[in-house]
């Protein structure tokens, strides 16, 4: 027995000093980056036994960024159901009356709304007494809480709403002319704005468009030089009017014979029948959310699974309400984060790297979700982490002065490790903070 006990001993003294070896390469790693080290929070475990590994500022809230995409669409996932469809219907009652019900489906277009007034048609409607919108899927907030004021020009950072059409996106032509001249401006779908064009012909493509807001948001300022014809896209500022917009066209083009307004109003529970619907799949939008990171379909599906959640219109706090309950399933402890949007864009948001590594290894024998998320190559990743091959699938988030990534590493030794790295130094390069996560990440890949 006593010879037992000195085995035991000195493995567990021998397994103490291999940890702390292996910790000591990541310790080394992060000092010799230059970082502060306090600006850095990790935590690694391993999924089979949930044991932690190796930890840095493990309890410190930190702004997760695009990380916090895998688990507000989980979350989502589990409250919509995979089979999940974006459905725009659209209804006619007993008084020949029009009901648009929308989806808020992120993947409409202006075609799929030629389609349903095309069948109108063809089912003989051409004469409507009204046309309402049921637009209750979602409130009024257009954007998420603390995203920034000078983004709003940011295509990766357009609004959402019940109005979703067309990505929210408008599409700008900026096309040369003769050399030292004015260029030439104009949109692909008519919209309302002004564009102060001091873009002239020259050698080189360097546009820059801005706007005052507080002013006229529909007045953009075009500035910079055009060699060869761009294409720019910019949020449309005001989605409601757009989706008019483009409904009236559909209408004119059909010939309907409808001059009226468009009203909002709930659909009836009685006496109305389908005309026509449109439809498109949640899955549809799992790809672009975590390995294109898109930011329009993650707060859209967010919201959508917290309308669902309470059987009513969606709003941030029904999302969140949403998210808690499913934290409270997976019986993981909410009480050190804040969550504030579906896509880590605002940096209100708040998580610790010791929650996001606990919620990967719940999450860690759902292969399709481990599965989904980017390997090396693909996505976010497409010049990354190209040195582990298949052996991590991980998500990355990016703000200005923060770096983020999160996901599982198969290391050389064929154990799997969930784990969260925040680098939050406004100080260093955003290629130095990323150059950070990849070092330690090979640490963990061959020394664990």
Partial sequence: MKKLLNILFILSISLLIQNAARAGAIDKTIAQSGINKEAVSVSVKDINTGKTVYKLNEKKPSMPASTLKPLTLAASLDTLGKNYKFSTKLYKNTNNELFLVLSADPFLSSSDLKYLIKTAKDKKILSPKNIYIDDYIFDNREWGEGWQWDDDLNPLMPKFSSYNLDSNLLNIIISPTTKGAPASIYVTKFYPTTFMNLITTGTVNN?????????????????????????????????????????????????????GSFTQKKLPASNVYLVAQVDHPLNSAISLILKDSNNFMAETVFKAAGAKFVNNTGSLDNSVKMLKAYLKKLD???SDIKIVDGSG???????????????????????????????????????????????????????????????????????????DIMINDPKTKLSDKKSLEEYILRDIYTKY
């Fill in 332 to 334: 993981i402890d909410a």
């Fill in 345 to 419: 864009v605002s940096k209100n948001n708040l998580v610790t790297a010791e929650f996001m590594s606990e919620f990967l290894v719940k999450k860690a024998a759902d292969k399709d979700f481990v599965n989904s998320l980017p390997t090396a190559g693909e996505g976010t990743l497409k010049n990354r982490m190209l040195y582990f091959k298949d052996n991590i699938h991980t998500k990355t988030g990016t703000l200005s002065d923060v770096s983020s990534i999160a996901g599982y590493l198969t290391s050389r030794s064929g154990k799997t490790y969930a784990f």
């Fill in 207 to 259: 546009i820059k468009l801005s706007r005052n807001n507080h002013i006229s948001p529909d007045i953009i300022n075009a500035e910079g030089t055009v060699k060869e014809q761009e294409t720019v896209q910019i949020p449309i500022n005001h989605p409601k009017r757009y989706f008019i917009l483009r409904l009236e066209e559909a209408i004119r083009e059909e010939k309907m014979d409808y001059y």
